[in-house]
């Protein structure tokens, strides 16, 4: 199947997000500005730092000079020292006119930038959120609302000239609203806004393709293996021992900022039901990949609803809860922020994992949120079969453990994965603020300690007994250690 035949849309599932004509189609809510006592442009919601107001901001529709084409400018005012976010968002309803569930879906569009917009680098996100909450008043485009996850996002470096981008994402099936997001990064300083300071967009259009691919891949296609684990269960060091070999390609969340292929491509791998990939699949070909390589996913706080090949990383609840509300924390008022932080993104992510569990969620304590989700999260990774990986031991004993792990992925040990820090400069910051250069050791292990109680220590052993002890842990004031029957086969 070449590229054109991949990307021929179903019928009758074209939608123009902006018709040249009337820039009213856009969204529908408050309206931003007047001309002559006539709305020119419409928005669910203008969005700036952390989803408040963002003053200063203009929205204007302009026509491309020597044609009859529009397009919309975003821009500040000049002079205005707002140092926030500027952005634009659409909410599109998936009516049975329209039905995009568990669609795969092509949108594309066409941007462009001042001299100096926003950054330095010139960038937008564009964003595509999927909510199943069908309330659009009560959607935000920061977030879209509290039942949300993003599916895909684009980072478009923008020049003066229009530049065509394009990204593919699939929608769950519980979809009930999908919402384009267009941000940019907030202002380094309050310097006043200049003229410049705009980015165009227009030609927006969605598309669904056909799934990708519409059968299995074929002999010549790419491995695909997951790490499944959770947040702050020492992933990224694990992550980067493995992409050192030199037939495994990390996908995503091991440096501190994922590239747009990659990112694409990995939105696209948390819906993939197959446990490999056709190299002639459109995302892939950006990649280069070499012939005998192997596509690694971190499956951290989302759930792969088929079954995979892969391993399974896990660390003891106590180290992660401590670890999750002392991260990037130094004062009383930044540790309250990081519990009420890890709510959020435990309520975040039950949502793709299983949010019949949100029902009573907002019932329980922070510990107890925080207990419930691991509970969810991790046991039924126990009980998968696949290899398992103590975060514990493998900090203690690097080489047996990688030996393991290469073995069960049927890849030879490779030198290099015990060594992979060498990789990187003295200064090299990875994914969640982990210094890429530091070389594999145990001193993260008793950290615990410095964050939680005797108390506190024997309810989140009581309330994740049953999943660590399938883990093969022993839990017991003040000691946690690791069975050695239960360690990696």
């Given at each position: 199947m070449n590229i054109k035949q991949l990307l021929q849309p179903y019928q009758s599932t074209t939608q123009n997000f902006i018709e040249n004509s009337n820039f009213l189609s856009w969204s529908q809510g408050d309206i931003i500005k007047y001309n002559g006592g006539e709305p020119i442009f419409f928005a669910d919601h203008?969005?700036?730092?952390?989803?408040?107001?963002?003053?200063g901001l203009v929205v204007s529709k302009q026509v491309l000079v020597g044609t009859n084409n529009h397009f919309m400018r975003v821009a500040r005012e000049v002079g205005n020292k707002n140092s926030s976010e500027m952005g634009v968002a659409q909410i599109v309803p998936l009516s049975n006119k329209c039905?995009?569930?568990?669609?795969?879906?092509?949108?594309?569009?066409?941007?462009?930038?001042?001299?100096?917009?926003?950054?330095?680098?010139?960038?937008?996100?564009?964003?595509?959120?999927?909510?199943?909450?069908?309330?659009?008043?009560?959607?935000?485009?920061?977030?879209?609302?509290n039942k949300?996850?993003?599916?895909?996002?684009?980072?478009?470096?923008?020049?003066?000239?229009?530049?065509?981008?394009?990204?593919?994402?699939?929608?769950?099936?519980d979809?009930?609203?999908?919402?384009?997001?267009?941000?940019t990064l907030e202002l380094s300083d309050s310097a006043p806004a200049t003229e410049d300071d705009f980015f165009d967009l227009m030609n927006v259009s969605l598309t669904v393709i056909n799934d990708l691919p519409p059968s299995a891949p074929s002999d010549n296609s790419i491995p695909i293996i997951h790490v499944?684990?959770?947040?702050?269960?020492?992933?990224?060091?694990?992550?980067?021992?493995?992409?050192?070999?030199?037939?495994?390609?990390?996908?995503?969340?091991?440096?501190?900022?994922?590239?747009?292929?990659?990112?694409?491509?990995?939105?696209?791998?948390?819906?993939?039901?197959?446990?490999?990939?056709?190299?002639?699949?459109?995302?892939?070909?950006?990649?280069?990949?070499?012939?005998?390589?192997?596509l690694l996913v971190k499956q951290g706080v989302w759930e792969h609803k088929y079954p995979f090949n892969g391993i399974v990383l896990v660390r003891n609840p106590v180290s992660v809860y401590a670890s999750m509300i002392s991260y990037n924390a130094s004062s009383p008022e930044e540790f309250q922020a990081r519990k009420k932080a890890l709510t959020r993104n435990c309520k975040r992510w039950l949502r793709d994992i299983d949010n019949q569990l949100l029902d009573s969620f907002d019932s329980l304590n922070v510990i107890e949120?925080?207990?419930?989700?691991?509970?969810?999260?991790?046991?039924?990774?126990?009980?998968?079969?696949?290899?398992?990986?103590?975060?514990?031991?493998?900090?203690?004993?690097?080489?047996?453990?990688?030996?393991?792990?290469?073995?069960?992925?049927?890849?030879?040990?490779?030198?290099?994965?015990?060594q992979s820090h060498l990789n990187y400069s003295a200064m090299a910051t990875g994914h969640g603020l982990i210094q890429l250069a530091e070389p594999i050791n145990p001193k993260s292990l008793n950290k615990w300690q410095k964050y939680i109680s005797e108390d506190e220590f024997n309810v989140i052993a009581a309330l994740t007994y049953n999943t660590w002890n399938a883990f093969g842990y022993k839990l017991g004031w003040p000691n946690i250690s690791v069975l050695k029957e239960a360690l990696l086969a």
């Open positions: 203008w969005f700036g730092r952390r989803g408040s107001f963002n003053s039905n995009l569930a568990e669609k795969t879906i092509s949108l594309s569009m066409n941007l462009r930038a001042g001299a100096n917009y926003s950054n330095p680098n010139q960038q937008v996100f564009v964003y595509v959120l999927a909510s199943n909450d069908e309330v659009t008043k009560e959607l935000n485009p920061f977030t879209l609302g949300s996850q993003t599916i895909g996002l684009l980072k478009a470096t923008l020049k003066r000239e229009f530049a065509h981008f394009s990204l593919i994402v699939k929608v769950p099936a979809a009930q609203q999908i919402m384009l997001v267009l941000r499944a684990s959770m947040a702050r269960s020492g992933e990224t060091v694990f992550l980067r021992s493995l992409n050192a070999h030199p037939q495994i390609y990390n996908l995503v969340n091991l440096k501190e900022k994922d590239n747009e292929a990659e990112t694409q491509l990995f939105r696209f791998l948390q819906h993939y039901e197959f446990k490999q990939i056709d190299r002639a699949h459109p995302l892939t070909e950006n990649l280069k990949l070499k012939p005998n390589q192997t949120q925080f207990c419930a989700f691991y509970n969810r999260r991790m046991y039924p990774l126990s009980q998968l079969g696949l290899p398992i990986v103590h975060y514990e031991e493998f900090c203690l004993r690097p080489e047996p453990y990688l030996k393991k792990v290469l073995s069960s992925l049927s890849l030879n040990y490779e030198e290099s994965v015990t």
